[in-house]
């Protein structure tokens, strides 16, 4: 079964400061693979079952600085959630 990413949640990650973000979705297979393009740093990951990730992502680009989440399984099916991240930077009084 291929992969499907439903959502991701929290959108927003601080700069600087690891965030832990979910992936809902289903068919997340035992030993699939988590990837992350753009901006952000992919710290761990954690499959929990077949419809939920739990990531630590590291937010490592400027404000409004956007990045995808890829999940590939075993088999080589994949998904992917286009420009479901924004980096955004803390200021004094965020």
């Known amino acids: 079964m291929a992969p499907e990413i439903l959502n991701v949640e929290p959108m927003l990650v601080v700069a600087g400061e690891e965030n832990r973000v ?14 992350v393009q753009g901006k952000v740093a992919l710290v761990d990951y954690d499959r929990l079952d077949e419809t939920c990730l739990s990531l630590v992502i590291r937010g490592v680009g400027l404000d409004a600085d ?15 959630a286009k420009d479901c991240l924004e980096s955004w930077e803390r200021y004094a009084g965020d």
Request: glycine share 10%.
């Open 22 to 35: 979910t992936v809902a979705g289903s068919g997340f297979a035992m030993n699939c693979k988590v990837q």
């Open 66 to 80: 956007l990045a995808s989440v890829v999940v590939t399984n075993p088999d080589g099916t994949s998904a992917i």
